[in-house]
Structure formats: C-alpha cells, structure tokens
C-alpha cells in the first residue's frame, strides 16, 4: 500500500498540535477570568441610603467629619468670598469688570434676578406682577450710593423676602452680576454725552 502524499502526513501531524498549543494559550486566560470573576462580579458594598448595621445610627452614608474642608473649599479670600475686608463691605468688586464679565452678568441677571427685578432693575418682574412682595428699584439713591459688597452680599445671605442665592450662583456669577447691577443703573441715569460719539448715531437712528 502506497503511502499518502507528503502534504497530507503533514497537515495531519500539525493540526492536533497547533491545537494544543492554543488550548495551553488559553488555559491561563480562562482560569483568571474564573478566578477574578466573583470579587469583580460581586464586591462588598452598600447602595445609596443602605442600612448598615456597622454603625450605632444604621446609616451606611456618613456625615463628614466636623472640619472638614473640601478641595478648593478653604476660602481664604475674604473680598472674593464675602464681598468684605476687615469686616466691612467692600466699596468695588474683586473682579476685572470688562465686557465679558458684564455679559456674563447680564446673562445670569436674566436667569436669576429679573423675575423679581425686572430686566432694567426696577423691581417689576413677572413674579412682583403675580403677586409677590415687590423689592426696591436698583435706581433709589440708597441702592445707587451703596458699595458693591452690599449687592454681593445680599446675593449671598439674602435679605427680606429674597432667599440666599450662595447656593445657586457662584461667587465669580455674583460679582459679575453686581457689575452688571451697576451698568444697568448708569445706563438710567445716563445722558447723550455720556456715549462715545461712534455710538451716538446708533442711539439717535433708533429714537428716530
């Protein structure tokens, strides 16, 4: 009997061993997935508001510790953060006032401020006209002659019926909308004069 052809012998003889060698190849994948597999499919623990039966109050979420400070949290800045120096309100905002951070202010004014203030300040907003106990002009002299830190920190700690807003609006949003509080009354109060002659024509064009 003839033998077979040389291609095949050797196909027959390299098919069970490359076999073999991507079984042993494998094997170690295989007994690592298996291993890891429990720990990684099933960890230790607790969902939000869990009980927790470690603790005296069975809470599973803990309070921070009294003192604790968060990243970024220590606030060392008294001007920045309390619109005050010394204890006293600051007469000019810690910000660069420019373009930006006057529209920046008048963005947030419009999100925050006009339902009660009204888009110009004087206190007539959607909501003062359903109903709720109306705030004063921006454009009193009271308000006018008052230094920047009292807007900031009427924002911040909120005064009559107005609520804080700390919570809401950061403390760079709060400057930049009492630099915006502080265009809004220059532009009530200003005059022809007062505009950069390039501009004057857009203004005369439009009362026209």
Same mark, same amino acid.
């Given at each position: 009997?003839?033998?077979?052809?040389? @291609?095949?012998?050797?196909? $027959?003889?390299? %098919?069970? *061993? !490359?076999? /073999?060698?991507?079984?042993?190849?494998?094997?170690?994948? #295989?007994?690592?997935?298996?291993?890891?597999?429990?720990?990684?499919?099933?960890?230790?623990?607790?969902?939000?508001?869990? @009980?927790?039966?470690?603790? $005296?109050?069975? %809470?599973? *979420? !803990?309070? /921070?510790?009294?003192?604790?400070?968060?990243?970024?949290? #220590?606030?060392?800045?008294?001007?920045?953060?309390?619109?005050?120096?010394?204890?006293?309100?600051?007469?000019?905002?810690?910000?660069?006032?420019?373009?930006?951070?006057?529209?920046?202010? !008048?963005?947030?004014?419009?999100?925050?401020?006009?339902?009660?203030?009204?888009?110009?300040?004087?206190?007539?907003?959607?909501?003062?006209?359903?109903?709720?106990?109306?705030?004063?002009?921006?454009?009193?002299?009271?308000?006018?002659?008052?230094?920047?830190?009292?807007?900031?920190?009427?924002?911040?700690?909120?005064?009559?019926?107005?609520?804080?807003?700390?919570?809401?609006?950061?403390?760079?949003?709060?400057?930049?909308?009492?630099?915006?509080?502080?265009?809004?009354?220059?532009?009530?109060?200003?005059?022809?004069?007062?505009?950069?002659?390039?501009?004057?024509?857009?203004?005369?064009?439009?009362?026209?």
């Amino acid at each position: 009997m003839n033998p077979l052809p040389t @291609p095949f012998r050797s196909c $027959r003889g390299t %098919r069970p *061993a !490359r076999s /073999a060698r991507l079984a042993a190849a494998a094997l170690p994948l #295989l007994l690592l997935a298996t291993a890891c597999a429990p720990d990684m499919g099933k960890q230790p623990k607790y969902k939000p508001l869990a @009980p927790s039966s470690t603790f $005296r109050d069975g %809470r599973s *979420a !803990r309070p /921070a510790v009294k003192g604790t400070v968060p990243r970024g949290g #220590l606030r060392l800045d008294e001007r920045f953060f309390k619109g005050r120096s010394g204890g006293n309100l600051v007469g000019t905002a810690p910000i660069q006032v420019n373009r930006k951070a006057l529209e920046r202010g !008048r963005d947030r004014f419009d999100v925050f401020c006009s339902p009660c203030h009204g888009h110009v300040g004087n206190g007539d907003g959607m909501v003062i006209l359903r109903g709720f106990r109306k705030p004063p002009s921006f454009h009193i002299d009271r308000l006018r002659e008052a230094p920047d830190g009292y807007i900031f920190d009427v924002m911040t700690n909120g005064f009559g019926a107005m609520a804080s807003y700390a919570s809401r609006i950061p403390p760079e949003d709060r400057w930049a909308i009492t630099a915006y509080v502080r265009a809004l009354q220059l532009s009530q109060g200003a005059r022809i004069e007062d505009v950069p002659d390039r501009e004057r024509p857009k203004l005369l064009g439009a009362k026209r």
